[in-house]
């Protein structure tokens, strides 16, 4: 596995050495020992996830504030532009973000360490998007941040369209406003 650190040095960009011919490929999209072997981190994953999302549907920016969660994130089907934003107060790249494309062919994953908040916009006509998280999800505690809040300054690849939004991201709060770690 490959493992390359983003302009957030906390983010991980991962690529699992894939193996094909002519039946198809072979991957290990998930294995202790070579994650802490890779990247020097000891994660232990309680919950995973699985959502199936249209062409433009964008999700988050989320994050939760109690007990927050560490994401190894990837996509199986598709293609999403995938963000991770830095949310800790005490980090000189607070508001800082980092956005990379996953997809069925690249196979790579990132890595979204807790105090950071998460948000994907789907790229192709439908994404299978999988991720492991180290803590369990808690509702009270899931907050948002707003998609396109200035402060941050996502270039989202939307080329003019709109993105579609469910009603707790359309109502999100700014960075400003929000609370973070």
Known sequence: MKVTPTA????????????GDQRGFFLESWNAKTFQESTGLDVRFVQDNHSRSARDVLRGIHYQLVRPQGKLVRVVA?????????????????GHWVGLELSEKNHRQ???????????????????????????WMAEHDRSVAWN??????????EGRQPVLAAKDRAAPALSAAQTY
Request: a negative charge.
């Open 78 to 94: 598709g293609a999403v532009f995938d963000v991770a934003v830095d949310l800790r107060r005490d980090s000189p790249r607070y």
């Open 149 to 158: 809040d200035p402060q941050i300054g996502i270039a989202w690849p939307l």
């Open 8 to 19: 957030l040095p906390e983010v991980l960009m991962l690529e699992p050495t894939v193996f």
């Open 110 to 136: 990132l890595w979204v360490p807790p105090g950071f908040g998460h948000a994907f916009l789907v790229l192709s006509d439908s994404a299978d998007f999988l991720y492991k998280t180290t803590e369990f």
